[in-house]
C-alpha cells in the first residue's frame, strides 16, 4: 500500500460513526491495486453534526468522492449539491462523487438489492414484492425495484416513526413509476402479512429485526407464509443466515443473503468514482466468501 502511495494519489473515504469495522477500505484498496488505479480509500469517524465540515473538507482536500454509512446518510443529502433522481426519492445518500468541487449524492443500496439477485439468477421485472421494512436500506430498495420495473409493492411497517414516511414515500414512488402498484401496511397485521407472502415472488427484511441483538428474532410469525420457490433475501448481512433465511430455506425457499447486497452497493459506488467495474468475482473470493 505504501508503495502506491504519491503526491498524485487520490483520496475516497468512508464517513459515519462507527466505521473502524467496515470491510469497505479493504475492498475498495484491493481494487485500486488490482486495477492499477491510483487512489487509497480510509474511514473517518465522522458525528451527524459534523456531516457539512466534512463535506467542505472533502472539496478542500479534492477528494474523489464518498460513501456515507449510519448516522450521517440523511445530513449529507441535504449538504450535497445534486442528488440522483433515487436520492432524490429516498432523501439519503450512500455515495458521494466530487466532480471539481461539484458533489453528487447517489444511493447505491436499491441498486445493490437489484443486482445481487440478478447475480442470483433472479429478475425483478413485473414482479410482485413485499418488504418488511421502510427505514433506509427498506426505501432504497423499493424505490430501485419500482424504477426497474417491478410490478407490485407491498411494505409491511411498524406504526413507528417511519410509518408516516413509507406512505410519503409510496406517494413519490407511483409519482415515479406510476404502472408500479405500491400498498402499505401495519407489519403488526400478520394475517395480511401472510396473505401476501404467499401470493408473492419475493420478500424482502429490511427492517433491523435478525440482526444483533435482535439475532433470534424474525419478521415472519407465520412460516405458512413461505412456499416453495418463493425468493426471500435478507438485507441483514451479519450474521450472514439469519433465522429469516434459515426457516424460509427449511421451507424449500430460494434464500438470498444481505451479504451479496453489500458487495454489489459498493460494486456500484466504485463505478460511480472510477468509471471502472470493480473485479467483482475476486473481490467476493476475497472478502465475501
Ligand atoms: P433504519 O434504522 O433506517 O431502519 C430500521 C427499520 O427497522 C425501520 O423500518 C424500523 O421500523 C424497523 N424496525 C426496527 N425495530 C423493529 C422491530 N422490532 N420490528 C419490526 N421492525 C423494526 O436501518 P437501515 O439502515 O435501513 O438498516 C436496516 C438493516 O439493513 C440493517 O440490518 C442493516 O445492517 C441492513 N443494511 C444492509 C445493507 C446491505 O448492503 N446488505 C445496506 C444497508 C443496510
Not at 449510519?70 to 462523487?97: H, Q, R, W
Not at 424482502?204 to 413461505?226: H, L, Q, R, S, Y
Request: with cysteine; proline share 3%; glycine share 10%.
Amino acid at each position: 500500500m505504501e508503495a502506491r502511495i504519491t503526491g498524485h494519489t487520490g483520496l475516497l473515504a468512508l464517513i459515519g460513526s462507527p466505521v473502524g469495522h467496515s470491510g469497505s477500505p479493504a475492498m475498495y484498496n484491493y481494487s485500486f491495486a488490482r486495477l492499477g488505479l491510483d487512489y487509497a480509500y480510509v474511514a473517518f469517524d465522522v458525528a451527524e453534526d459534523r456531516v457539512k465540515a466534512a463535506l467542505d473538507a472533502m472539496r478542500l482536500f479534492h477528494m474523489r468522492g464518498c460513501n456515507v454509512t449510519m448516522p450521517d446518510k440523511t445530513a449529507a443529502a441535504a449538504f450535497v449539491d445534486a442528488l440522483s433522481p433515487a436520492a432524490e426519492i429516498i432523501g439519503a445518500v450512500n455515495t458521494i462523487v466530487n466532480d471539481g468541487g461539484r458533489l453528487t449524492g447517489y444511493i447505491t443500496d436499491g441498486e445493490g438489492f437489484v443486482n445481487n439477485l440478478r447475480d442470483h439468477g433472479i429478475d425483478i421485472r413485473g414482479k410482485k414484492i413485499v418488504v418488511a421494512g421502510a427505514g433506509g436500506a427498506a426505501t432504497a430498495i423499493q424505490v430501485q425495484a419500482a424504477l426497474d420495473g417491478a410490478g407490485e409493492l407491498a411494505v409491511f411497517n411498524r406504526k413507528d416513526a417511519f410509518f408516516e414516511r413509507t406512505l410519503e414515500t409510496a406517494d413519490k414512488i407511483r409519482a415515479a413509476a406510476p404502472s408500479v402498484r405500491v400498498n402499505v401496511y401495519d407489519i403488526a397485521d400478520t394475517g395480511r402479512m401472510t396473505e401476501e407472502i404467499q401470493g408473492c415472488d419475493i420478500f424482502v427484511n429490511a427492517t433491523i429485526v435478525g440482526m444483533k441483538p435482535m439475532e433470534k428474532e424474525t419478521v415472519v410469525k407465520d412460516k405458512n407464509a413461505f412456499h416453495p420457490g418463493l425468493v426471500v433475501c435478507d438485507a441483514v448481512y451479519e450474521p450472514a443466515e439469519t433465522r429469516l433465511l434459515r426457516e424460509a430455506k427449511e421451507a424449500g425457499c430460494i434464500c438470498v443473503g444481505g451479504k451479496g447486497m453489500l458487495l454489489w452497493q459498493g460494486v456500484a459506488a466504485f463505478k460511480l468514482f472510477t468509471g471502472m467495474d470493480m473485479p467483482v468475482d475476486e473481490v467476493k473470493e476475497r472478502f465475501f466468501a
